[in-house]
């Protein structure tokens, strides 16, 4: 599987788990990987269920990486994003947000023009039309170290 699509189910994990307690994470994360495939009606694959062992440890660990940082990530979120609460921004955006600035910020391994780029793309496919120029404005504030 492409790291894009890795980016991706680690995303789809992310905005699920904001729906629940987190006491459920393993829970539902487990859930996640234990969901059949799934095609919409003209038969566009919407959820790929085919992992390696690989797939699903990478992508398990870039979840929990953005899970056990994620007050830190918040707060860079609400300090970086004037004039909005970080509830009032979409689940959608927020989830984004929280994986790229954990690969900005914790990710050695992914450059962070590349953890930009794909969170504009992630934007551009799961979120609202002016969803990836919010993300992109969010994401050139972040300061790495």
Not at 38 to 58: C, G, K, W
Not at 69 to 89: A, H, N, P
Not at 95 to 124: F, G, H, Q, T, W
Request: glycine share 2%.
């Amino acid at each position: 599987m492409t790291r894009h699509l890795l980016r991706e189910h680690c995303f789809k994990i992310l905005f699920v788990l904001d729906f629940y307690p987190e006491e459920e994470v393993e829970i539902q994360i487990d859930n996640y990987f234990e969901s059949p495939s799934l095609e919409d009606e003209e038969d566009t694959l919407i959820h790929d269920a085919n992992y390696s062992d690989e797939d699903i440890e990478y992508i398990k660990s870039k979840a929990m990486l953005v899970i056990e940082r994620r007050s830190e990530i918040d707060k860079i979120i609400s300090d970086l994003s004037q004039g909005w609460k970080l509830e009032r921004i979409g689940r959608v955006e927020r989830n984004i947000l929280r994986l790229a600035i954990a690969e900005m910020k914790y990710d050695s391994d992914i450059p962070v023009s590349v953890a930009i780029n794909e969170a504009v793309e992630l934007a551009k496919t799961f979120g609202r039309d002016e969803s990836y120029s919010f993300v992109n404005a969010i994401l050139s504030k972040v300061k790495v170290e």
